[in-house]
């Protein structure tokens, strides 16, 4: 990658690509360790920081994503232009994406999900796998967990820890409500030996609150659809609508125009939503494919290129000059021709 920036492959590609649009996603940011935890879901403020003053450096022109989505819609080319899109609404958010977005005066998007905004309990299964990573017990005895019931209740922590999550997860589910849901994050921490009352005072896998979010809003920030509880609502349309109005509800509480602009949790979807979105008047949908946007890339199928505290500098710049879509362009280019 150094070498082909340096032959000027990177400044090339970008006058190449100049009229692709790049959309760049990211989730939260770390206030502790969550970095360490999970890198692709958590950055530090420091690299947040220099991706924002590259990006600066680099003079691309920070479009908001609804001007974009419009150039887009309409055939008018755009040049050298990113957008911003941040994912569910971390609390870490407020306190180190805000602030930065700011000194820059670069519009972004806050795609949220709604339901742990509301309940403002941990987004349990994200907290339930940080536990056991952050464990330093080897093992667990499932019994002490309330109405848990398992064939073998002493288990490694260490050995399958994504199983033994997978497991915790799947009875959190059955839990009927927030309250109790939370109540077994708490014992959970402190049956791994970890400090209950921190834990749950910290920032750590909470939303941020409905009104911080309207102070967002009220500050110029654009709010956008991300689904109710972070899922599709199965595979059907009415499922799908439940989870969208659920969500568009709780953000028209204080945005009073129409949302019209989506991103699929997780990124996973299939062509079947695809009608079902736009009946419903959702105009622009971001999936987390990698790529550049041309006024020929469907709508609602817009790729994005996930950042996160696992990307290099120079993996980042490849991206934004354009030479990482040449060379996904030549991969597939050979791959179809092989
Ligand atoms: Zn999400």
Not at 319 to 333: A, K, M, N, V
Request: charged content about 25%; overall charge negative.
């Amino acid at each position: 990658m150094s070498i082909s920036k340096y032959l000027g492959l990177f400044s090339l590609s970008r006058k190449f690509t100049a009229d692709g649009l790049r959309i760049l996603c990211y989730h939260g940011f770390s206030t502790s360790d969550e970095h360490l935890f999970r890198p692709k879901l958590f950055m530090t403020r420091d690299l947040f920081k220099q991706r924002l003053e590259k990006i600066a450096k680099m003079g691309f022109t920070v479009l908001s994503l609804e001007k974009a989505v419009n150039m887009l819609k309409s055939g008018q080319k755009l040049h050298d232009s990113i957008v911003f899109t941040l994912d569910d609404g971390w609390q870490g958010v407020e306190s180190i994406a805000w602030p930065l977005f700011k000194e820059h005066n670069f519009d972004w998007t806050l795609y949220l999900t709604s339901y742990y905004a509301e309940k403002q309990t941990q987004v349990m299964n994200v907290a339930v796998s940080y536990l056991l990573w952050k464990t330093e017990k080897t093992e667990i005895d499932l019994s002490l967990i309330n109405g848990f019931t398992s064939d073998s209740n002493l288990r490694s922590t260490k050995n399958d820890p994504n199983s033994l999550a997978d497991e915790l997860i799947d009875f959190a589910e059955s839990l009927t409500t927030a309250e109790e849901v939370q109540s077994f994050v708490g014992s959970l921490a402190s049956i791994l030996g970890i400090d209950r009352g921190a834990f749950e005072q910290s920032n750590l896998f909470y939303l941020l609150d409905m009104q911080t979010i309207r102070a967002m809003y009220e500050s110029g920030v654009d709010i956008q659809l991300h689904t109710h509880r972070h899922n599709l609502g199965g595979n059907s349309k009415s499922g799908l609508e439940t989870e969208l109005k659920e969500n568009r509800d709780s953000i028209q509480k204080f945005v009073p125009h129409r949302l019209e602009h989506f991103c699929y949790p997780s990124g996973i979807y299939s062509k079947e939503y695809l009608p079902w979105l736009a009946e419903y008047g959702i105009i622009s949908a971001t999936t987390c494919k990698p790529g550049l946007n041309y006024v020929t890339t469907p709508l609602l199928e817009l790729n994005r290129f996930l950042d996160g505290e696992n990307i290099s500098a120079i993996e980042f710049e490849a991206e934004l000059s354009g030479f990482s879509e040449i060379l996904r362009r030549l991969r597939g280019f050979l791959s179809v021709s092989s």
